[in-house]
């Protein structure tokens, strides 16, 4: 085993993130480099994601949620978006039987209608296999957009309140909260964003509300044990005040351990 792969963090538990989200950028960056087709780096990707859920459920992570597709990679030449359509389709016929082994739950978060219905079978029996485990929660982002998840939960509402189930003042954050699509998780507390960039690109944007932000110029399939330690690490040493003082949250924290 090489030093890399027995990197050991030394946190508490207490300090460790419950729900990490990435968004998983560079990977066509990283191929450029190499002068190589921008899918090469997809393909790695896709490998280098492996050691990130693999140290995730040696940490006793909860969640996690990673950004695969946005609703606005569309955009992309559809040479690319039909590769990536091929490269997640072989990924969950590949891996997901090694994830359920791990005791790994799948979910696919996004407006699944768009993908082509082979996809969609394959995504509804990956999540069916993996439903009953209790292992690492995987989210994978997929024509997701923030601003989607946001506008499907209104919709969803809106039936409630015009089938006369609820009033419009029953429409607290809480109830919005309820029908976003991993309310049954707890909010990321740590974000990551390899690739350089500083920016949200319509990922999460309520759930991350009170996230701490970690952005790295690390391309993603450079992002290895080592580089996730070291976002673990700097999660680990931020105070999270939620609107009270430093020292509220120094007085109450040395109330839990005594
Ligand atoms: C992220 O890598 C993967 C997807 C969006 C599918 P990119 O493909 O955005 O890589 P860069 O940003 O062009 O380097
Ligand atoms: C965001 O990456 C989506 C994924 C990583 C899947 P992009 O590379 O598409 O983001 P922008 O458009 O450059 O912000
Ligand atoms: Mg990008």
Redesign the pocket.
Known sequence: MSVKENYKLDIPAEKLPKHVAII???????AEHRSLP?FS??RA?VEALRSILQMSGELGIQSLTLF???SE?WRRPKKEVGL?MDLFMNALGREVKKLHETGVRLRVIGDLSAFPAKLQQRIKESMRLTEGNIGLQVNIAANYGGKWDITQATQKIAELVSNGEIDSDDITEDLLNDHLSMSDQPEPDLFIRT?GEQRISNFLIWQLAYSELYFTRV??PDFDRDEYAKAITSFAMRQRRFGRTGAQVLESDQREHA
């Open positions: 998983m950028d560079g990977n066509g960056r990283w921008r780096g997809h990707g695969a597709f946005s990679n990536l690739g391309l993603w």
